[in-house]
């Protein structure tokens, strides 16, 4: 820690956060930094202090590891309470203290940052202010829920609380979170400049002065009534009241700001340890903030192969999906070769892109001339020459295995021995596929999802022969590009498609065994589930589900699980006609303005029964049916790493983050407990409830798939 005191009196404190967590002050660098505040705030010689971040990613600070641990609500809030005691020292001790800001300032920093008389920022694209918890699951605890709305007002604070928008510095400075912006580098002199002038004769808080009122009014005034009115439905409406740190994040500024500060920051400090404690919050910091840092940074990967650096890549076929591909390699700074077998098809792919780059340009997120030279790194042709020099090909054909052993071997033919070739299926096993190759270890699967250029997630497919280097230059384009890979054993369906297909069938076997349409969908919903199992359904395609069904039942005969889904699947399709929204009708009618409904005629297909299933036992069939299935693919070495199997499920079909995904559920009931209800769904609705041995073993031990 650097103190140093200037000839005006100022002390500029230096820290590096490297190691150092400030909302964790009995810890080593919190330690010391709190010590260090407090000898300047102490020291009679000391005028104003400046508190600068040596790092541009400033402030950007939470102790995610000790909340994930933490059990003991009194230990908690007393750890709250000692930061936030600490934070309200540095606003009532008398002397200006300032923070200078050379980038960002997010979660825990920006509370600190907010407890400073004044805040300057460099003005600098790249940094983003917000009160960031509730993306994790968190709620502010470091006295944000109470600074910010006596800051800019109730209004304008919720949805930066709720939401944890990132502002631009200039978006923050408008907001009125920040007093000034200056070009980078002259930060730290506008904040001296404040501490040698209006600081020395104003070294408060709005919120201490004489005669406070709260901005745009307070929460018995008609504004305030009607924010809250609103604000609960629509939050409530949102998220179906499955996230605890939204409805805190509520009720603590509505009873906080009513209060005084110091009251308030109490009342945060309580609801911040209810929130914590729970287990949607640390189900969502497991999967949000340690899962998707471990998938971004590779844990997978195999470690002893050097890095792969990217230049060109080939992509063959300019559809949809190929196109994407193409998009989203161009827009990472790579060259493209997109191939077809038309100048004409190979052109609309180009023009794919070119569309996505027009809207972008629309919008202000990129200019015309950065997307100009995004295109000019896509090359369209028709001539398998062109590939020379791809460090990679990946193949986004017709699923159908003659077609894409043709283009295998056109590739491989002008590519050096080295390149890597990848197939984009969904349904083919990567083995089998290999075999026409002629270097099957430079062989695997990449599964991107539809639309390639919204979805982050790519399955990495390991076929049999395929090489660990393979493996691990894989992972880096997929980094190189900006998607999060799970690593995929090869297997029917893979991991994804197969577990997805499960909640699927789950609603077409209820919708054959008499349960409403209407039930099961909201059921979906109320889950947690981004759609109901019919809705989503319609939107993969009726028709797609019944195609694979069949292959499925050809491929693997007896194996084939729910003949009440295939009934369904197939009833809709071959008799009826109902593809899917892609043909205007499926298990809803959809108009031509954007609308939907549920079919009428379902009712008179699949009548329902009698008595009908409580909406938790629907709940309850469609959450289980997908733990169940992804334990098996776990049990059965598809995926390797729970881990992998929830950042897939989260990515990949929107498992909802609350339950932790599809693993992190089963150890959030428990392992025993979930067994035991599986196998009560197993009597009352079929083996594919069954626990795989694994669970029941693991149930027998006591055993967890994450350390709690």
């Known amino acids: 820690m650097d103190y140093q005191i200037d000839p005006d009196g100022i002390v500029t404190l230096t820290w590096d956060l490297a190691g150092c967590s400030l909302s964790a002050p009995d810890d080593a660098g919190g330690t010391?930094?709190?010590?260090?505040?407090?000898?300047?705030?102490?020291?009679?010689?000391?005028?104003?202090?400046?508190?600068?971040?040596?790092q541009t990613d400033a402030l950007v600070d939470d102790d995610f590891d000790m909340l994930l641990r933490a059990d003991d609500a009194r230990t908690l809030f007393d750890r709250v309470m000692r930061r936030s005691r600490k934070l309200r020292a540095v606003e009532t001790a008398g002397k200006p203290v300032a923070a200078a800001l050379p980038g960002s300032a997010l979660g825990d920093g920006l509370e600190v940052a907010l407890a400073c008389h004044y805040r300057v920022a460099a003005d600098d694209d790249r940094a983003r202010f917000g009160l960031t918890q509730v993306t994790v699951g968190l709620m502010p605890g470091g006295g944000g829920t109470q600074r910010l709305p006596r800051l800019i007002g109730m209004q304008r604070a919720l949805p930066l609380l709720l939401e944890g928008k990132r502002l631009t510095a200039r978006a923050?400075?408008?907001?009125?979170?920040?007093?000034?912006?200056?070009?980078?580098?002259?930060?730290?002199?506008?904040?001296?400049?404040?501490?040698?002038?209006?600081?020395?004769?104003?070294?408060q808080q709005p919120w201490d002065g004489k005669g406070y009122r709260l901005p745009g009014g307070g929460v018995q005034t008609p504004a305030g009534i009607q924010t809250f009115m609103a604000g609960n439905a629509?939050?409530?409406?949102?998220?179906?009241?499955?996230?605890?740190?939204?409805?805190?994040?509520?009720?603590?500024?509505?009873?906080?700001?009513?209060?005084?500060?110091?009251?308030?920051?109490?009342?945060?400090?309580?609801?911040?340890?209810?929130?914590?404690?729970?287990?949607?919050?640390?189900?969502?910091?497991?999967?949000?903030?340690?899962?998707?840092?471990?998938?971004?940074?590779?844990?997978?990967?195999?470690?002893?192969?050097?890095?792969?650096?990217f230049?060109?890549?080939?992509?063959?076929?300019?559809?949809?999906?190929?196109?994407?591909?193409a998009y989203a390699t161009a827009a990472a700074g790579l060259g493209v070769v997109l191939l077809d077998t038309t100048p004409e098809a190979a052109d609309?792919?180009?023009?794919?892109?070119e569309n996505l780059l027009a809207r972008q340009v629309e919008k202000g997120a990129t200019t015309a001339k950065q997307g100009d030279a995004m295109l000019q790194r896509i090359t369209s042709t028709t001539d398998f020459a062109d590939l020379d020099g791809c460090e990679l090909v990946i193949e986004a054909v017709f699923e159908d295995r003659t077609i894409k052993a043709d283009v295998t071997r056109k590739a491989e033919a002008a590519l050096g021995s080295s390149a890597i070739f990848a197939s984009n299926t969904s349904t083919l096993p990567i083995t089998g596929l290999a075999q026409a190759s002629a270097r099957p270890s430079n062989f695997i699967g990449l599964h991107f999802f539809s639309p390639v250029e919204r979805m982050a997630l790519v399955e990495v497919i390991v076929g049999r022969q395929t090489s660990e280097e393979t493996l691990a230059r894989s992972?880096?384009?997929?980094?190189?590009?900006?998607?999060?890979?799970?690593?995929?054993?090869?297997?029917?369906?893979?991991?994804?498609?197969?577990?997805f297909a499960a909640y699927l069938a789950e609603g077409l076997a209820m919708l054959a065994q008499g349960v409403k349409p209407a039930l099961i969908d909201n059921a979906g919903r109320m889950a947690g589930m981004p759609l109901?199992?019919?809705?989503?359904?319609?939107?993969?395609?009726?028709?797609?589900?019944?195609?694979?069904?069949?292959?499925?039942?050809?491929?693997?005969?007896?194996?084939?699980?729910?003949?009440?889904?295939?009934?369904?699947?197939?009833?809709?399709?071959?008799?009826?006609?109902?593809?899917?929204?892609?043909?205007?009708?499926?298990?809803?009618?959809?108009?031509?303005?954007?609308?939907?409904?549920?079919?009428?005629?379902?009712?008179?297909?699949?009548p329902a029964a009698p008595t009908q299933p409580a909406v938790d036992v629907v709940i309850e069939r469609l959450i289980m049916i997908q733990s169940v299935e992804a334990a098996r693919c776990l049990a059965e070495g598809v995926?390797?790493?729970?881990?992998?199997?929830?950042?897939?499920?989260?990515?990949?079909?929107?498992?909802?983050?609350?339950?932790?995904?599809?693993?992190?559920?089963?150890?959030?009931?428990?392992?025993?407990?979930f067994v035991a209800v599986a196998e009560r769904l197993a009597a009352a609705y079929g083996p594919r409830f069954a626990p795989p041995r694994m669970l029941e073993e693991m149930a027998a031990k006591g055993e967890r798939f994450y350390p709690r």
């Open 311 to 325: 230049t060109r890549v080939g992509v063959l076929g300019a559809g949809m999906m190929g196109a994407g591909i």
């Open 639 to 673: 995926v390797t790493r729970p881990m992998d199997a929830d950042i897939g499920a989260l990515l990949g079909w929107g498992y909802p983050s609350f339950r932790g995904g599809p693993i992190g559920w089963i150890d959030t009931l428990g392992a025993a407990s």
């Open 32 to 54: 010391e930094f709190w010590a260090t505040v407090e000898r300047a705030l102490g020291d009679a010689a000391v005028k104003g202090l400046l508190i600068v971040p040596a």
């Open 475 to 499: 992972m880096d384009y997929v980094r190189a590009i900006g998607k999060t890979p799970i690593v995929v054993r090869d297997a029917r369906g893979f991991y994804t498609s197969r577990v």
């Open 234 to 309: 629509m939050l409530r409406a949102k998220t179906g009241n499955h996230y605890p740190a939204l409805r805190n994040v509520m009720a603590c500024v509505y009873e906080g700001v009513q209060t005084d500060i110091d009251t308030g920051l109490k009342i945060e400090a309580r609801y911040f340890t209810g929130t914590a404690l729970t287990s949607e919050t640390k189900n969502m910091l497991r999967l949000l903030h340690f899962g998707m840092k471990d998938a971004k940074g590779l844990a997978g990967r195999p470690q002893a192969v050097p890095t792969q650096e």
């Open 532 to 606: 109901g199992p019919l809705a989503l359904a319609d939107e993969v395609s009726v028709e797609l589900i019944h195609m694979i069904n069949r292959q499925t039942r050809a491929d693997t005969g007896a194996t084939f699980v729910d003949p009440d889904a295939e009934r369904v699947a197939s009833e809709m399709v071959e008799r009826l006609g109902r593809l899917g929204r892609k043909a205007g009708k499926g298990f809803y009618d959809y108009s031509a303005g954007g609308g939907k409904a549920l079919w009428p005629g379902l009712a008179e297909r699949f």
């Open 172 to 203: 923050a400075l408008d907001a009125g979170i920040l007093h000034e912006v200056v070009p980078a580098g002259e930060e730290i002199e506008a904040a001296r400049r404040w501490l040698l002038g209006p600081g020395r004769q104003r070294p």
């Open 348 to 353: 609309r792919g180009k023009a794919y892109a």
